[in-house]
């Protein structure tokens, strides 16, 4: 999406307010972790909220960007990889690249 494209849908949901695109509920949590966007580059991070197709995570050094790839694991035992889809203030959006097992989901959440 284009930086044009992004302001304009801020713009319409500061008018019309927030809308949700997601098919899925998500459910909060706070969830301690590690990203990596490369192999050798690692970021804390904490997942605020979580669905079967994605979550909210918090990042403390703002290093992410749309369409990035992240793979972190949950509770250190299950892997995930995903998209970035959106980022601000230091809060980004991730799409999972492969749907969350409900029973994954619910040992987490």
């Not at 949700?20 to 909220?49: F, K, M, V, Y």
């Not at 994605?54 to 990042?59: A, N, V």
Request: net charge positive; hydrophobic share 35%.
């Amino acid at each position: 999406m284009s930086s044009l494209t992004a302001n304009r849908v801020d713009a319409l949901e500061s008018r019309l307010g927030s809308f949700d695109r997601r098919n899925h509920r998500r459910t909060e949590i706070r969830l301690d972790g590690l990203a990596c966007s490369t192999p050798s580059r690692q970021t804390q991070i904490r997942i605020i909220d979580i669905s079967v197709s994605g979550c909210r995570l918090r990042d403390r050094k703002g290093e992410y960007e749309r369409g990035q790839c992240l793979t972190f694991s949950l509770n250190g035992e299950v892997v995930v990889e995903g998209i970035v889809r959106w980022w601000r203030d230091y809060q980004c959006g991730v799409e999972f690249l492969a749907p969350l097992p409900q029973d994954i989901l619910t040992a987490v959440a």
